[in-house]
């Protein structure tokens, strides 16, 4: 085989690879009781997808609401229980995610955001992000073996974080995008003073604009 081929051959192999997605599904994370935690995160509302036993062995798993990735746990603990920290679970409604964990027993920080917000430099300060700004809001619980979790409130994305079809992870995620879009609806209507009639295509192109990080219909 010529060098040109093998080289033609090596490239077609090369933008094949670079085509495979990767898509981060699980994190382990260690505990100490597998009981006590698989009863935490039973009582948060996290789906059970699995619950498996060899012998003094065990292995589990949940997955939080309206999540594509998930969560194991067993015995032996992989890693020092507690030692998994900073974990992000992503909201559309921060103080109604805090207070439906509160409901089910979780200690709940107050709401914070960081000075130098979105980005988390510059220390915690009480209360929302101002604005309630995308990404600038926080709560932070701990599992019964201390891991942590952020709460992080996103509305609007990123430009270029989000790529192909607009999709929600769940009801609630939707109904809390059409409640934003009817909300900048209401504005826009304001502001040209009359009633708009097409208001469906309006509010379908803020919602994708929403999720795209692109500008939206003003």
Known sequence: MSTSAIQNKETASDARVGQVDLKLEVITIPVSDVDRSKEFYTRLGWRLDADFSNG??????????GSPGSIHFGKPSQGVPGSAQGMFLVVSDIQAA???????GAQVSEVF???????????????????????GSYAAFKDPDGNGWLLQ?????????VAG?????????LAQALRRAEAAHGEYETRIGQRHADW???????????????EPPR
Do not use: C, K
């Not at 805090?98 to 089910?104: A, H, I, K, P, S």
């Not at 409130?153 to 974080?161: I, L, S, Y």
């Open 56 to 65: 003094d062995e065990r292995a589990i798993q949940f997955t939080p609401p």
């Open 98 to 104: 805090r207070d439906d964990l509160l409901r089910r």
């Open 113 to 135: 955001h960081f000075a130098n917000a979105p980005a988390p430099f510059g220390g915690f300060v009480g209360g929302l992000a101002p604005d309630r700004g995308s990404y």
């Open 153 to 161: 409130e996103v509305t609007t994305r990123f430009p270029g974080r």
């Open 165 to 173: 079809d607009t999709t929600y992870a769940s009801v609630g995620d």
């Open 200 to 214: 469906p295509s309006w509010y379908a192109a803020y919602m994708v604009a929403e999720q795209s990080g692109e």
